[in-house]
């Protein structure tokens, strides 16, 4: 069983900064990608970020820019910098990996941006 934890999740003022964690734990061995997904009230899920083992990045287009992604050593943990918060970046803030049994995915953090 494959656990991912989130972590991070705050309220903070427009143009502030967070920085979430997510930590894999279980049957994870290293998956080829992890990223951040994220999900505002009423819309689809969305793309923010995805990190491959080899560190090469893919970014949401409203995030490029202002969201830097990054693994740990181990491979195992994703982190998100998160800077110049805009309102509009509120939202449920989702850890995700594909592992080599399947994707997984963790509970969510909540990011809120006050204006």
């Known amino acids: 069983q494959v656990h991912l934890v989130e972590s991070g999740g705050d309220l903070v003022r427009t143009g502030g900064s967070l920085r979430l964690s997510c930590v894999a734990s279980?049957?994870?061995?290293?998956?080829?990608?992890m990223g951040w997904y994220r999900q505002a009230p009423g819309k689809e899920r969305e793309l923010v970020a995805t990190v491959t083992t080899v560190g090469r990045t893919n970014y949401g287009e409203s995030v490029k820019g202002r969201f830097t992604a990054s693994r740990d050593r181990k491979k195992t943990s994703i982190y998100l910098q998160m800077n110049g918060l805009k309102p509009e970046d509120t939202a449920v803030y989702f850890c995700y990996a594909a592992t080599p049994w399947g994707p997984a995915w963790g509970q969510g953090t909540q990011v809120t941006v006050s204006s």
């Open positions: 279980g049957r994870i061995g290293i998956p080829d990608l």
